[in-house]
């Protein structure tokens, strides 16, 4: 007689089967990466966007990039003062061709010619930057003034336009004198700061 077998009962709750991980862009590597780790980042870290630093965007951080971006030449005592004098008297006569001799055009002209020349005055000649120009301004302003007949009227016409212009020589020397004082302080702390600094072992 012929025997049926009889596949045994299986008894418990049946097991599910667990998904597959995903296998489209990205899944495989995901998969084989050990716990605690996605994608090269440890785990407990949350990915952070980057941000801009603050005040990246504000017209001051694009001045100061836009001082940085110039040139930065370093003159010398008898450099700087021959740069002054040659920059003020190419302006004044300039100012006498193209503006009629205005007095205020060459003292709004002077300001920035005594920043440049006190930025770019070398650390070891600081203090000749504030002395040369006021000597440029008076130079440059020779072909400015009004001039009389002789020697004497234009001595007198450059007496009275250094007096009438007055403002602008003690501006633009202040402003001199201003980033000098600044730059002398910072090259004393960086020298205290170098002397203060351990030495390597």
Known sequence: MEQHRTRPAQYGPRRSRAPLPAQGRGGAAAARAPVGRVAG?????PATPARQAPGAGSP???????????????????GSGLFCLAVMTLLGFLDQLLFGSSLTVYGVLFVPVSL?????????????????VPIAFAVGLV??????????G?????VTALATEAGWLYGGTLVAGSVVI???????????????RPPAA
């Open 143 to 152: 072909p400015v003034a009004e001039s009389g007949d002789g020697s004497a």
């Open 60 to 78: 001051v951080a694009r001045a100061v990039r836009a001082l940085r971006g110039m040139p930065n030449p370093r003159l010398t005592g008898l």
């Open 41 to 45: 980042r440890p785990a407990g870290r």
């Open 154 to 158: 234009r001595l007198m016409g450059l």
């Open 116 to 132: 440049l020349t006190a930025l770019w005055v070398r650390r070891g000649d600081l203090l000749t930057a504030p002395i040369v």
């Open 182 to 196: 600044v730059r002398r302080i910072r090259l004393v702390r960086r020298r205290a700061a170098a002397r203060n």
